[in-house]
């Protein structure tokens, strides 16, 4: 009897603590996806016939949604800047850029890193960039940035790691 008793306040608090943890969660996430989703919004008014494919949001120096997507039947990439901003969109063809692999390969070839932590299209000085961070042979890491049209090195910074 006392053993059932145990059992089962164990397994209130064990759901309570994951409710608990899951609604911080979506709370947590929930301003974000209303960005997402007004971008979204804003992308298809100024460009109807777009499908949208994918959507994420960059942290650079202000938040900017970018969005993926099928427009007049070619890959495209918008940024959306945020409401603040006047809701600017940069819409650019995909292959009018430099493709994350290509710019992939260019890294490894350059800086030679230990481990890829993540390259992503991101804003810079309101260009589109693709934003590269990664572990170097000297154990530092790197944020570095380059302009998605060409792949051309704008700006490195560098971070000694403490771990």
């Known amino acids: ?12 608090v064990v759901v309570l603590m994951t409710w608990l943890l899951i609604d911080t969660y979506v709370t947590a996430r929930e301003p974000m996806v ?4 007004t971008a979204r919004e804003t992308v298809l008014a100024a460009y109807p016939s777009m499908e949208i494919s994918e959507t994420t949001t960059y942290y650079g120096d202000v938040a900017v949604q970018v969005i993926r997507g099928q427009y007049e039947q070619e890959p495209h990439i918008a940024w959306v800047f945020p409401q603040e901003e006047g809701s600017k969109i940069v819409l ?3 292959s009018d850029g430099v493709s994350k692999t290509a710019l992939i390969d260019k890294v490894k070839t350059e800086r030679n890193p230990e481990k890829f932590l993540s390259v992503k299209l991101g804003i810079k000085d309101e260009k589109p960039v693709w934003s590269v961070v990664y572990i ?4 530092r ?3 570095e940035f380059y302009a998605f049209q060409t792949g051309e090195f704008i700006e490195s910074i560098s971070l000694k790691r403490t771990t």
Do not use: H, L, N
Not at 1 to 12: L, N, Q
Not at 34 to 37: D, N, P, T, Y
């Open 1 to 12: 009897m006392m053993k059932t008793r145990i059992w089962s306040g164990v397994t209130v």
């Open 34 to 37: 209303q960005e997402q989703g």
């Open 92 to 94: 650019r063809k995909e």
């Open 136 to 139: 170097a042979q000297d154990g």
């Open 141 to 143: 890491q790197y944020y």
